[in-house]
T-cell receptor, first 112, second 113 residues
Framework: DQQVKQNSPSLSVQEGRISILNCDYT??????FLWYKKYPAEGPTFLISISSIKDKNEDGRFTVFLNKSAKHLSLHIVPSQPGDSAVYFC???????????FGQGTTLQVKP | DAGVIQSPRHEVTEMGQEVTLRCKPISGHNSLFWYRQTMMRGLELLIY????????DSGMPEDRFSAKMPNASFSTLKIQPSEPRDSAVYFCASSQTRNQPQHFGDGTRLSIL
């Protein structure tokens, strides 16, 4: 039973364009959401987070949107750069539990 | 600042052997997490500690797995006896509190022959 799903295994975009990565969740108790980026042979690196009291959080080129009614979140990267090519994981938790549930990841390729 | 440090980076051993993975969290972080990543199950939480105390070990697959955190700067994950299906990448992560973003080490790639 996958509580966090990333339905697109891969995404390819042109440098300078927008990358949109999507994530769906099923557990309505989740109230804290994060995005991580992972390069090969490295651990996941924290990118950006959002709590359920917000619907948008922005940090430089990265913006996360949360739609609680649809149980959906997305990560927008604008403009995309070749160095953004990596696997992106979304994760969700119920605050105060410390337990992160990860999606399966989406491989982003940004072409020069 | 040093990040989360894991050792060894790679481990190859034969079935039945004891395996010990090590983790040094970021100084000042009070929560420590052990994850396992496989193709089939993705990234899954095995156990986490808060202030050196195990809080939730519901993800530990079976009794062959054990984890300890004897002090704030060191944790181990032990598999005894190891089996080929334990082959995976094991990550350690730490955070200031359990509600803060977790910072991951670069993992230990474990292969059980």
């Amino acid at each position: 039973d996958q509580q966090v799903k990333q339905n697109s295994p891969s995404l390819s975009v042109q440098e300078g364009r927008i990358s949109i990565l999507n994530c769906d969740y099923t557990n309505s108790m989740f109230d804290y959401f994060l995005w991580y980026k992972k390069y090969p042979a490295e651990g996941p690196t924290f990118l950006i987070s959002i709590s359920s009291i917000k619907d948008k959080n922005e940090d430089g080129r990265f913006t996360v949107f949360l739609n609680k009614s649809a149980k959906h979140l997305s990560l927008h990267i604008v403009p995309s750069q070749p160095g953004d090519s990596a696997v992106y994981f979304c994760a969700a938790s119920v605050s105060n539990t410390g337990k992160l549930i990860f999606g399966q990841g989406t491989t982003l390729q940004v072409k020069p | 600042d040093a990040g989360v440090i894991q050792s060894p980076r790679h481990e190859v051993t034969e079935m039945g052997q004891e395996v010990t993975l090590r983790c040094k969290p970021i100084s000042g972080h009070n929560s420590l997490f052990w994850y396992r990543q496989t193709m089939m199950r993705g990234l899954e939480l095995l156990i986490y500690f808060n202030n050196n105390v195990p809080i939730d070990d519901s993800g530990m697959p079976e009794d062959r797995f054990s984890a300890k955190m004897p002090n704030a700067s060191f944790s181990t994950l032990k598999i005894q006896p190891s089996e080929p299906r334990d082959s995976a990448v094991y990550f350690c992560a730490s955070s200031q509190t359990r509600n803060q973003p977790q910072h991951f080490g670069d993992g230990t790639r474990l292969s059980i022959l």
